[in-house]
């Protein structure tokens, strides 16, 4: 393989540049520490030159130049160049004058008049020669013992402090770096912010919307629907005898019709109330079971029906909510008893630790288990998760009475209280709904 002019391997040339490079030293400002190590070096060893020289491509830089006013020199006339191709030992020229290599070197016939040299290679951790450590005087001579182990102990000095260089470059990248990624971070936090207070605003204007539905629910749209029910009524009471057989059953199906829609927008304004915050509240369980049973008294004389509270119970919910969900699950248990047999309906409480249906549930958790179990005319297993759905029913209206948001409006209240409801039931044998309220 071809060498260079200055002796050495291509390929390890270029990784010697590259490893000088990486100390970001070259053209550098003046620095104490290396002045004052070529100044201790001059006295210790009594000559005018002492350098410290780090051989580039083309050139020998001084990163410190005691008694000589130049920067650089050429690296053809360099005597370190030499001395780096051994990096293990120290260079010396006693007499320049008398070496072929040097006697007819410009530094050497002319300024600064080289005649001694002695340089110790500075070498990397990898073993690559930057440059030396070195004195020169301007006449003939040899270094003592004390000298030379001195020149060695200074030389390895200049290298802690390159290597502490380039340690704190390699630092100060890493902390560059880790502030732009710092940066990208808190870039990414305030779009996230900027995000989630868009969110918001869009949230606001969604309840701000709810809050205008509900309104048009409970008024806009109820006033009307009185109207045609007062009116469908005075017809009915006052012109009945003088309607055909068609218009009196016209008449019946307006009735039907207008009450549906009543308690359907009665219904849809109680799912929409269900996501308001509320407060909670100590309840007692038989005593809210009383309160409903009282309101459902029309339902439950005609159906002559027994509601049973075996124990009672007092834990937190936001109470009107848990009302709903008492008097929607006692209403659809009225709704749905079998013709001819006296519905019958259990309520019992218990604390348990497990949810049999969850996997996902924290076992070590408290839980309220709230269990309604009546003798209706029940469904089939396979559509227990399909029954807590908007507007689900899942036989003929006829048979199922209702707006098909009673459940909806269980399930999401119960997912308020961050809950979980289950159904189990079979045909003609009754439902069983289970209520789990975390303590």
């Not at 500075?122 to 000298?147: H, M």
Request: aromatic share 8%; hydrophobic share 35%.
């Amino acid at each position: 393989m071809k060498a260079t002019h200055y002796g050495q391997d291509p390929q390890v040339e270029e990784k010697r540049l590259k490893e000088l490079r990486s100390y970001d030293i070259l053209d550098s400002l003046n620095e104490k520490d290396y002045e004052d190590i070529t100044t201790l070096a001059s006295v210790i060893c009594d000559v005018p030159i002492v350098l410290i020289s780090l051989v580039d491509k083309d050139r020998q830089w001084f990163k410190s130049h005691y008694g000589l006013d130049a920067d650089e020199t050429h690296r053809q006339h360099s005597f370190c160049s030499h001395a780096i191709t051994n990096p293990g030992q120290a260079f010396i020229i006693p007499d320049s004058r008398l070496d072929d290599r040097f006697k007819n070197n410009p530094l050497v016939t002319g300024n600064p008049n080289v005649i001694f040299y002695a340089g110790i290679p500075l070498v990397s951790n990898s073993g690559y020669g930057l440059g030396t450590f070195c004195i020169i005087d301007n006449k003939p001579r040899e270094l003592t013992e004390a000298q030379l182990n001195a020149l060695n102990i200074l030389a390895g000095q200049v290298m802690n402090l390159l290597e502490l260089r380039k340690t704190n470059n390699t630092l100060n990248l890493k902390s560059e770096l880790l502030e732009r990624k710092t940066k990208n971070l808190d870039n990414i936090i305030a779009q996230r912010i900027a995000e989630v207070e868009g969110q918001r605003i869009e949230l606001e204007k969604a309840n701000k919307e709810l809050q205008a539905f509900n309104y048009i629910s409970s008024h806009d749209l109820q006033e009307p629907l009185r109207k045609i029910q007062t009116f469908a009524s005075l017809i009915n009471d006052r012109e009945y005898n003088n309607l055909s057989e068609a218009g009196r059953e016209y008449f019946l199906k307006i009735g039907k019709a207008s009450s549906r829609m009543s308690h359907l927008l009665k219904d849809l304004l109680a799912y929409s109330r269900t996501t308001e915050k509320k407060q909670y509240d100590t309840i007692s369980l038989k005593a809210i079971v009383h309160d409903i049973i009282e309101e459902l008294e029309d339902e439950t004389g005609a159906l002559n029906a027994s509601i049973i509270v075996n124990n009672d119970a007092h834990f937190n919910v936001i109470e009107f909510q848990f009302r709903q969900v008492i008097c929607n699950l006692l209403s659809n248990s009225l709704k749905f008893s079998r013709p001819g047999i006296r519905a019958e309906i259990t309520i019992d409480y218990k604390l348990t630790k497990r949810i049999e249906y969850s996997q996902n549930t924290n076992l070590e958790k408290d839980y309220h288990l709230i269990t309604f179990k009546d003798n209706g005319i029940g469904f089939d297993s396979r559509y227990k998760e399909k029954i807590f759905q908007l507007f689900q029913r899942l036989e003929t209206r006829d048979l199922q009475p209702g707006t098909g948001i009673g459940l909806a409006i269980v399930m999401k209240i119960i997912e308020n209280h961050k809950g979980y409801i289950t159904a189990e039931s079979k045909p003609n044998e009754g439902t069983m709904f289970k209520i789990y309220i975390p303590v």
